[in-house]
Structures are given as C-alpha cells and as structure tokens.
C-alpha cells in the first residue's frame, strides 16, 4: 500500500492481482482499504484491483467538508495519476455503490462495468436520521451512535453469520474521525442529494443488489433506483447493508462473475 497525491489530497491506495482490466472496489460511509480484505482475493484472480481510503477515512488525508462532486473527482484523479486511462470496473457497497454510480452517470467512457449493492441514490432521513442525529455524530464520537447504526446496518441475523466478523467490523467502525462521518452523513441526509441524473446517464451494464437485511436502503428503495438506470439488472441478496463486508463470498458469487461479462 502507499500514498498518492490526488485532486489535492493525499489518498492511501493498493494496486494489487494481474488481470488485463482493473477493477476499482469502493468502499462504504465508515470503511477503509481493510472493508476488502475478504472479498479482494476473488477479485485478484481475475483483473487488476485498485482499493483506496476515501478522502476523510481510513489512513487518507482527513475533511470536514464532503460532497459528492468531491468525492467523484478525487476518483477520477486518482485513476488519472496511476495512469489507468482505460475504462475499468466498479463495484462498492451502500455509499460506495452510490459513488461508483455517481462516478458511472457522469464519466462514461471511463467505466466498463458496475455492481452497485444498496447504493445510496437519494436523500433518507427516514432511516439514517435527521441532521441532529448527524450531528451527534460530531458532537458525541462515533461509539455514541454505535447501537442505533449497526443495528440497522449490521443485523442480529447477519452477524450470527460470522460473530468474529462483526465484531472485528465494529472495533474498526469507532476508530473513524467523528467529523469526517458526520460530513459524509450530512451529504446523504440533505434533501439535495439526489442521483437521479446521475443514474438516468448511465451507459455501462449495471447489476444492482437490493439486501434483504438492509434496515437502511430496504430491496424496495434500491430496486426503484435500478429502474432508473437504463438496462440495469436487479437481484435481491440474503445480507445486510455492507454486503461486501458482511457477506464478502456471497458478493463476490454475484459481482465477479457480472464483470467477466456473465
């Protein structure tokens, strides 16, 4: 792993597998390079694999100001100073799925493929909270909001499926920056924030996942924004929010084989 300096930022990056095509793997609202680390060796075996620290996460340079506009162009920098000119893959999880959409929607020719489980595509202060809730976010630490998010996120019956798992998840989840969660979660939150455009514009084939355990971007919500992207392919998986977290083998049953042409 190493550090790159992209869109003004200084972004912890790895370059990893041998395939002719790369695949850039996004991670969720509170993940990090290590959101991958059970799903990548799939991925490995078949492309090239570019994982990153999102500008505000993990070891990447840390903000108090996030915007999807950002967020898009710090990837597209990030491409650009690796030389990676050709169009690649996309795959993420919740806000990584809503980024490698966004990213999709308004670079076309830079994307070959995207898999997109529980994207974040509009605005749902129903089920994230309000911006006061956000703002405990900031005010509180991260660990003060612990219950009432992963119990939406990360349920009973998910984590039942691998207790070390979740836990090993939730240890890391606290140690984020309460201010760079909070200005992620402010984005999301705002009645603004809609990808709709965004999704209308997209012109590689997509397969979108809705997650049955998802007490937060229910099946219903995501199946109505793969409507939206135009050839887009949906199916419903047996996990929760952080599918590639909570269920790396059964994410990577679905997206590897979607992005070798399947």
């Known amino acids: 792993m190493d550090w790159i300096e992209a869109n003004g930022a200084s972004l912890r990056y790895e370059l990893s597998g041998g395939g002719s095509e790369t695949v850039a793997l996004i991670h969720e609202v509170g993940g990090l390079i290590e959101s991958w680390d059970d799903a990548v060796g799939a991925f490995q075996r ?11 996460f993990g070891l990447s340079e840390k903000t108090r100001v996030i915007t999807m ?7 597209a920098a990030l491409l650009d100073a690796l ?26 020719t830079r994307v070959s493929r995207v898999v997109a489980a529980s994207p974040a595509t509009w605005a749902n202060t129903v089920r994230v909270g309000s911006q006061s809730r956000v703002d405990q976010f ?9 219950s009432v998010s992963l119990s939406a996120s990360y349920p009973e019956i998910v984590r039942r499926l691998d207790p070390a798992r979740f836990e090993r998840f939730r240890r890391r989840w ?33 397969l979108v996942i809705g997650c049955t355990h998802d007490g937060i971007r229910t099946p219903d919500m995501v199946a109505k924004a793969a409507a939206a992207i135009p050839g887009a392919r949906y199916v419903e998986a047996n996990t929760g929010h952080f599918m590639a977290v909570e269920t790396p083998d059964l994410f990577t049953e679905l997206a590897v084989p979607f992005l070798k042409g399947a």
């Open 138 to 146: 900031e005010r509180d630490g991260v660990r003060a909001v612990e």
């Open 69 to 75: 506009d950002g967020i898009v162009a710090d990837l």
């Open 174 to 206: 606290v140690g984020n920056d309460p201010a760079a969660m909070a200005a992620m979660l402010r984005m999301s939150t705002n009645p603004a924030f809609d990808l709709s455009a965004d999704l209308a514009r997209i012109t590689a084939p997509t």
């Open 46 to 56: 078949s492309f090239r694999v570019l994982r990153y620290d999102q500008r505000g």
């Open 83 to 108: 030389g990676l000119r050709a169009p690649v893959h996309l795959a993420g999880c919740a806000m990584g799925a809503a980024i490698s959409l966004a990213f999709a929607g308004r670079h076309p």
